[in-house]
């Protein structure tokens, strides 16, 4: 089964505008990750944030964390048609072997002039 | 430059048969993961390994098998007991220890003929 949740499942808004998408998890972690992926290709990481860390910003992207709901958000601001992709979150947990990297479900992101 | 490369980026495969896809990195990390994107979906672990010779099943380990000989390679085959095996394959790694992110090679697309 799959760690995240992400919702919506589709956005679709207009240039200028701001993009929030939500991920909720269900077991502890380390850290909570975000990655976008362009249609047909691999995945870029975008921001970690750490469980004890609440909140991140890094350029244009602010997620916040909250480990009491299992829950994290990315908010893009100013979006551009550039941001069109989709947008995954994944936790980090320890395992008796190391790290586990289980991602969500995935937020398809489209962004019109 | 360091990177993470997989290969072929498309194959075809025959009922019944098995096929391997290649998954190469030099950025010096442990730890590797391979996973499962279909269509519009998020992605799904299929297996991963934190160290040289040892690797652990994922969530949807069944049908697959994996190698770890060399830190650098993690071979994914694909054998004909998947019965389903038609989607994009994705190859990743980390660090094996710490909060860490991840990189991506570009996926390899499975089609079955």
């Known amino acids: 089964s799959q760690q995240g949740e992400e919702d919506p499942q589709a956005l679709s808004i207009q240039e200028g505008e701001n993009a929030t998408m939500n991920c909720s998890y269900k077991?502890?972690?380390?850290?909570l990750q975000w990655y976008r992926q362009n249609s047909g290709r691999g995945l870029v990481h975008l921001i970690l944030i750490r469980s004890n860390e609440r909140e991140k910003h890094s350029g244009r992207l602010r997620v916040t964390l909250d480990t009491s709901k299992k829950s994290s958000s990315l908010l893009i601001t100013a979006s551009r048609a550039a941001d069109t992709a989709s947008y995954f979150c994944a936790t980090q947990s320890r395992t008796g072997g190391g790290n586990k990297l289980t991602f969500g479900t995935g937020t398809q992101l489209k962004v019109e002039l | 430059d360091g990177g993470i490369t997989q290969s072929p980026k498309y194959l075809f495969r025959k009922e019944g048969q098995n096929v391997t896809l290649s998954c190469e990195q030099n950025?010096?990390?442990?730890?590797m993961y391979w996973y499962r994107q279909d269509p519009g979906q998020g992605l799904r672990l299929i297996y991963y390994?934190?160290?040289?010779?040892?690797?652990q099943k994922g969530d949807i380990a069944e049908g697959y098998s994996v190698s770890r000989e060399k830190k650098e390679s993690f071979p994914l085959t694909v054998t004909s007991a998947q019965k389903n095996p038609t989607a994009f394959y994705l190859c990743?790694?980390?660090?094996?220890?710490?909060?860490?992110?991840?990189?991506f090679g570009q996926g390899t697309r499975l089609t079955v003929v």
């Open positions: 077991t502890s972690i380390n850290n």
């Open positions: 950025l010096n990390h442990d730890a």
């Open positions: 390994s934190q160290i040289v010779n040892d690797f």
């Open positions: 990743a790694s980390t660090r094996a220890w710490g909060n860490t992110e991840a990189f």
